[in-house]
């Protein structure tokens, strides 16, 4: 067995990295836009260069819910002039600052809340499934007696 099939995959990596550097493209093209979505985007920089967070899956969902905050503010800022000034105009704008950082809030309430939550989920899930095969057996053994359990012992309930 080789030493990379021992250490666990870290996913999302190059992906997360591809997707921050993206807007790179628009620095030739659109520079105000770039500042713009530099700024709006600080709080996932922040996390992804720092590794604050040292959580799976912690760059992504910041990224996404920190993109989702700052697409209002540059689709507003691409339907005006898109000038230097309108972006530090929107830079300083505090509905849209507001929506940015609340995004980002979500997302990191989201990263700390899905476990919980996710837990919760499968403990619903498997105390319906085990009722549901409890159930099902008293249903057996009234039917069919208790010859259909054979030599095993009843198992504890």
């Known amino acids: 067995m080789s030493d990379t099939a021992a250490q666990p995959k870290r996913s999302g990596g190059k992906l997360s990295l591809l997707l921050m550097l993206s807007p ?10 770039f500042a ?18 040292r959580v799976p899956g912690a760059l992504a969902t910041m990224f996404g819910m920190n993109l989702s905050g700052a697409l209002p503010g540059l689709v507003a800022h691409w339907k005006r002039s898109g ?6 105009r929107m830079m300083l704008d505090p509905e849209f600052v507001l929506v940015n ?5 979500i997302g990191l309430v989201l990263l700390f809340a899905a476990p919980f939550i996710a837990r919760a989920w499968v403990d619903i ?29 009843p198992p504890s309930l």
């Open 24 to 33: 790179a493209i628009l620095l030739p093209l659109a520079p105000a836009t």
């Open 36 to 53: 713009l979505a530099l700024v709006f985007m600080l709080p996932t920089i922040i996390i992804g260069s720092t590794r604050l967070l």
């Open 83 to 88: 000038s230097f000034d309108d972006a530090f």
């Open 101 to 105: 950082l609340a995004a980002s809030g």
């Open 125 to 153: 899930a498997s105390a319906r499934l085990r009722s549901r095969a409890i159930s099902q057996r008293k249903r057996l053994l009234d039917e069919w007696g208790d010859e259909v359990r054979g030599d095993h012992p």
